[in-house]
């Protein structure tokens, strides 16, 4: 585990990503790659967003695996649990107490004009609770609880980082400088992968399986529907999103597995038709998966070693967010206990 002087030199970085089934290639290229980037350069924190999580039903013991698993895909990808803490959002109840306190700092006009709250109130029509309308402020509190000045997001969460800002700012023109007002860290490459089938759509664990490469896809899986990815009847391999949607998706997949510019692999890939292009797609995702999965099963295989991890790590996410939301407390007039 860090210790405290170095934790309070550098940066900090929060991301969270929610347990709420198996990762898909678009949240490995889209968010968690970049986790592992910034690992050495700044204080980072990881957080599995099981409270998120919980705006749609969820089963309760499916929920606590689909934790450790998510942790466990954490360390897989080469994040260390003795830089980085790692650990579950509901192990540290400062996370519900800032947002409350927060809600009470955010306006009902700028909530409902979330995209995701309308595309997810669309999609659970039969199940539009508070938590799904409220969920931004959840994620603010996430965020502002531990003087985050950077947060890896892939696109589709942009919005969101938007209104931490503004609710932090706003909390900070009331009371003083109490939190850091975060920025977005956003990949030039991949913040945005798209289905396979429908590939003017975001990649999403929610829609059906052919739709996404999951994180734990076998190879004949990868390939069976890389090869069935939907493109185009031109025959022409070029980046050009617009009237290229299927092409492009691929090409930027490559790209940000490879670190290779679209220019080069457009040439590379010169005369070779869309086989070759969904050839170079598909060794690109099984080179980079390979690995990463055979990690994930060992971390998996010491079930106890990695909930001890989080246990840990918990004590020690707890002890740094009490900083903020002790001060938080105090600035809104709710008295430590035995001090009021
Ligand atoms: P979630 O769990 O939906 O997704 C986790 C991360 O993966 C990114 N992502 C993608 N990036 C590129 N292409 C895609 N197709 C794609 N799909 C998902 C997401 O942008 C995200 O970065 N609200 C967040 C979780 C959260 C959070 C936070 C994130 C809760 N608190 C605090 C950052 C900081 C979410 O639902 O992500």
Redesign the pocket.
Known sequence: MQNQSSEARKPVI???????GT??????????RNFKLLEDDYSCVY?V?DL??LTVRQDAAQLRARCLSLAATYMAVGLNPDKSLIYC?SHVSAHAELAWILNCYTYMGELSRMT?FKDKSAKHADNINSGLFT??V???A??LLYQ?NL????????Q??EI?RDIGQRFNSIYGDVFTIPEAY??KV??????LQEPTR????SDPEET?ISLLDKPEDIRRKVRRAVTDSDGDIRFDFDNKPGVSNLLSIIAALTGEPVERIVNELDGKGYGGLKARATDCVIATLEPIQAEYNRIMADKAALQAILDRNALEASRRAARTLDKVKRKVGCAPHGKA
């Open positions: 929060f991301s969270g990503i929610q347990p709420s990762l898909t290639l678009g949240n490995y290229i889209g968010a968690l957080c967003v998120h999580a959002q995701q969920y931004p959840l994620m603010a996430d965020i985050t947060v890896p997001i892939g696109a589709d969460q942009k969101h980082l931490t956003i990949g991949g913040s945005r992968v798209m289905s975001k990649m999403s664990k996404y």
